[in-house]
């Protein structure tokens, strides 16, 4: 394990961005979000960042091509996929467990370029939590926020940032900095993470057998009696991966886009006939039923949602996955 | 407070005099509580909530609540009102559907308040008098009323309930209120300055279109941008000038009907002070029309829809002779 002085946190930040282009959780415009450093530019104190950490893979807008007519001619240029590498530091546990997910479903077969190319490129440098907030309940989906992923791990203690490769990317960052020194990081006191309200949910019970059962379920018509039909929740979640791709007229041709697409609107999945989930009751029913059963069904049990908590602060009327997925399990709402 | 609305509620029910509730429904914290219509006395008496968290602006979903059967009893705060009767004077809501108890509030707090403050792990907080006693996973602190307060209701102008067919708490007044203070910052900016502070916070935009569909005013039955045959369906800022106009575009269509109710902005989640736009054309309308307050009463004519000679535009009539 080696470990550099967190005083002067800055210096590292430099050498790693001397070689590529850096990320970190930094508040910009009074928002924590990841930011590509320069220097003067510090962390955030915030635990995680509003929006997830998916922004660097999977961004919310990203062009596919462009079109541009001349007379009677049609030029296309398609967009490039990343082709530089860059470093993201300071990942929490949750959003590293976030790109299995989208790895998932991205990455498999036929595998989304744009995506791929960004994974390939990136070196994930994660953080381990010391302080949750109240809406953390990660450990409830065996995450292991001390002992996050990625492919260099980091802690913070004291006045020391102790750093441990976990891959062969990880190993060439950490012997492209100058001055690590060999330590050993203390024993860290999880006592705090006993005492989190959210600890003990239990998402066993969604097995893909029953997805009938939950799908008729009668509690979604109250649950989602107050919700506003608006997308902060799938827009703030590390998991959520649906988009569209629209045209923008420029006035000499067409920028062809792919943004984010929320299952919560009301032109979601729209087709010839019409839309298929006509009310507010099936587009919230959709979300959590993708989450917690359709994503599990399909991708060996594992379950969408990491746990960040993100929705539960979000969320304008407070109705979240945890909600949902208590009173799936009681039957009421 | 909070007994006397959950009694409210459950009385107007097992009396018959209503058939649904419309109010809080608590969650797994203190300050989690979400929008909920009861129809039965005992599960209000279990379920219903009503604390300094309930922030929430229940009037808009009065559209859709008074269309259906039987009369709702709905808890309304004084700014709440405001839309309840703008909502009237647009003719969405059916009043005879509708039982509104007005309830007098002395400010709502917000969760991000208290996070503001440096508490972290926030798990209960507990009222008590002008404090709050707040217990978070790493210690316990009391703290003043007044800091855990909604930033919207520092400026509130008007504890005034409106139209309610009965009051918890008494009938209020207008206040004083310094919530043009901001605009008037942002006015005394170079515009250079000026476009700077917006391009900043509307760039954090994420088109979650949460400011849309919580505003009382933003009541379209199918939003333009929401309309695949519209042209301008959008879901995402494809140029940093869509990026803006949104925001601008939506501000003009609630300009005269926007009562300032603030909602826009406790529910952006990326903290963007919507509005400060509605009250820029607040000031200006008040400014070039004489004082008006959207939602404050049945009968004034809103500036937007009204035209005198002596207008300051008068342009449109006299075709840009302004004063021959």
Redesign the interface.
């Known amino acids: 394990m080696k470990t550099w002085k967190l005083s002067t946190l800055d210096a590292l930040f430099a050498a790693i961005a001397g070689k590529q282009t850096l990320y970190i959780p930094a508040d910009v415009a009074g928002q924590p979000v990841f930011a590509r450093w320069e220097p003067g530019l510090a962390m955030t104190r915030a635990l995680n960042t509003g929006r997830s950490a998916k922004d660097l893979f999977f961004p919310q807008v990203e062009d596919l091509a462009r079109f541009r007519v001349a007379g009677k001619t049609v030029s296309v240029s398609p967009a490039q996929a990343l082709q530089e590498p860059f470093v993201i530091f300071g990942v929490r546990a949750c959003d590293c467990r976030s790109f299995d997910i989208l790895d998932s479903v991205f990455l498999a077969e036929p595998a989304d370029t744009f995506y791929q190319a960004r994974r390939e490129q990136a070196t994930v440098v994660t953080l381990a939590c010391s302080q949750p907030e109240e809406t953390c309940f990660c450990t409830s989906l065996g995450i292991d926020p001390q002992a996050p992923g990625g492919d260099v791990s980091c802690w913070m203690a004291e006045d020391t940032l102790y750093l441990q490769a976990n891959t062969e990317k990880g190993e060439a960052l950490l012997a492209s900095l100058p001055r690590l020194e060999d330590g050993e990081k203390p024993d860290a006191d999880s006592s705090v993470f006993d005492k989190l309200p959210l600890k003990d949910l239990d998402f066993s019970a969604f097995s893909g057998k029953a997805l009938m059962d939950w799908f008729n379920s009668p509690v979604w018509e109250r649950l989602s009696q107050s919700c506003l039909g608006c997308g902060s929740c799938t827009f703030v979640c590390p998991t959520c991966q649906c988009y569209d791709v629209r045209d923008f007229d420029t006035g000499h041709g067409v920028q062809r886009y792919r943004c984010w697409d929320s299952c919560m609107y009301s032109d979601f999945t729209m087709m010839a006939h019409g839309t298929n989930r006509p009310t507010q009751k099936e587009r919230f029913r959709q979300r959590f039923m993708h989450k917690l059963v359709y994503h599990p069904n399909n991708h060996g049990g594992q379950i969408g949602c990491v746990g960040c908590g993100r929705c539960l602060q979000k969320c304008p009327i407070s109705m979240n996955i945890v909600k949902v997925a208590n009173a799936l399990k009681e039957g009421k709402a | 407070m909070q007994s006397r609305v959950i009694e409210k509620a459950a009385s107007l029910l097992e009396s018959g005099a209503c058939t649904r509730v419309l109010g809080w429904k608590a969650?797994?914290?203190f300050?989690?509580?979400?929008?909920?219509?009861f129809t039965c006395a005992q599960e209000v008496r279990e379920q219903m909530v009503f604390n300094p968290f309930c922030g929430?602006n229940l009037s808009k979903?009065l559209i859709a609540e008074s269309r259906k059967e039987g009369r709702i009893a709905v808890f309304l705060k004084p700014c709440d009102t405001f839309s309840f009767v703008q909502l009237q004077k647009e003719h969405r809501i059916a009043r005879d559907k509708v039982w509104a108890v007005g309830v007098q509030c002395r400010g709502m707090c917000d969760?991000d308040s208290l996070k503001e403050l440096g508490l972290?792990?926030?798990?209960a907080v507990e009222e008590a008098e002008d404090d709050l006693r707040v217990t978070?996973?790493?210690q316990e602190k009391t703290i003043s009323r007044k800091e855990a307060l909604s930033p919207r209701c520092h400026t509130c102008k008007s504890r005034k309930l409106l139209d309610c067919d009965e009051l918890i708490g008494d009938q209020g007044q207008d206040l004083p209120s310094s919530r043009f203070a901001q605009v008037e910052a942002l006015e005394a900016m170079t515009p250079e300055e000026r476009f700077a502070f917006w391009r900043?916070?509307l760039?954090?935009c994420?088109?979650?279109?949460?400011c849309?569909?919580?505003c009382p005013a933003c009541s379209c039955e199918?939003c333009v941008f929401?309309?695949?045959n519209s042209g301008v369906?959008?879901?995402?800022?494809?140029?940093s000038f869509e990026e803006n106009l949104f925001h601008i575009i939506r501000a003009f269509h609630v300009a005269g009907r926007c009562t300032d109710c603030g909602e826009c902005t406790?529910?952006c989640?990326?903290?963007i002070p919507l509005h400060l736009l509605n009250r820029k054309f607040i000031k200006d309308m008040n400014e070039f029309y004489g004082p008006y307050q959207a939602g404050g009463d049945f009968d004034a004519k809103p500036p937007m829809l009204a035209f005198t000679l002596d207008d300051p535009e008068a342009s449109i009539i006299t075709n840009g002779r302004d004063g021959q």
């Open positions: 969650g797994a914290f300050y989690d509580v979400t929008p909920a219509v929430a979903y969760i972290k792990g926030v798990t978070t996973l790493y900043g916070e760039s954090k994420i088109r979650c279109n949460a849309r569909n919580v199918k929401d309309n695949p369906q959008n879901k995402a800022a494809a140029s406790r529910v989640p990326q903290h």
